[in-house]
Antibody
Framework: EVLLEQSGTEVRKPGESLKISCKGS????????IVWVRQMPGKGLEWMGI????????RYSPSFEGQVTMSAVGSLSTAYLQLNSLEASDTAIYYC???????????????WGQGTLVAVSS | QSALTQPASVSGSPGQSITISCTGS?????????VSWYQQHPGKAPKLLIY???SRPSGVSSRFSGSRSGNTASLTISGLQTEDEADYYC???????????FGGGTKLTVL
């Protein structure tokens, strides 16, 4: 069974940083890119970026470039999302998902983590 | 690039059919067949319903179908059931920046 297990709820103060993890199991982690998606309270899904499972390649959405850092450790089958200089507006659920594709580009997201709630408040 | 455009809400009665539209541009929906749809129930993670415009993953009911015409993709749900009540999101690969876009989401109410 394919699973993406994310780390638990985080509560932080403005200005702090945090790192969310997403551990894959039930498949060959190194064969699938991981994407990160944000969902602010009561809002829709926002594509943040994508990372190769080796951690060697990342592509960020312009909306998140410079605000977040994606990384991955293939030997641990784990991807990470680091959020820096947190603000109240970073309060959201963050999802990781596995990208699957048949050609050399594109694709869709077939398995999702359960989401990590990040709450930022003074 | 802006998010793809979806109606905020649609509704239907059990047994009826509904269609949710998703409008993009020539740079996304009309350029690649990587259009997908996701279902999200409250408090749950999104679930892949349709990929590559009209394909269904294993285990997804045949009541869900996808199509595309020009810059607009559509999700049709036939034989509505109460458990279909959820939020639905379209997504398209863009080949640009950002690489993928989501629609704003559509809340389906089954009356």
């Amino acid at each position: 069974e394919v699973l993406l297990e994310q780390s638990g709820t985080e509560v932080r103060k403005p200005g702090e940083s945090l790192k969310i993890s997403c551990k894959g199991s039930g498949y060959t982690f190194g064969s699938y890119w991981i994407v990160w998606v944000r969902q602010m309270p009561g809002k829709g899904l926002e594509w943040m970026g994508i990372i190769h499972p080796s951690g060697s390649i990342t592509r960020y959405s312009p909306s998140f470039e410079g605000q977040v850092t994606m990384s991955a450790v293939g030997s641990l089958s784990t991807a990470y999302l680091q959020l820096n200089s947190l603000e109240a507006s970073d309060t959201a659920i963050y999802y990781c998902a596995r990208r699957v594709y048949s050609g050399d580009r594109g694709g869709e997201f077939d398995y999702w983590g359960q989401g990590t709630l990040v709450a930022v408040s003074s | 690039q802006s998010a793809l455009t979806q109606p905020a809400s649609v509704s239907g009665s059990p047994g009826q059919s509904i269609t949710i539209s998703c409008t993009g541009s020539s740079r996304d929906i009309n350029s690649y067949h990587y259009v997908s749809w996701y279902q999200q129930h409250p408090g749950k993670a999104p679930k892949l319903l349709i990929y590559e415009v009209s394909s269904r993953p294993s285990g997804v009911s045949s009541r869900f179908s996808g199509s595309r015409s020009g810059n607009t993709a559509s999700l049709t749900i036939s034989g509505l059931q109460t458990e279909d009540e959820a939020d639905y999101y379209c997504s398209s690969y863009t080949g640009g920046s950002p690489l993928w876009l989501f629609g704003g989401g559509t809340k389906l109410t089954v009356l």
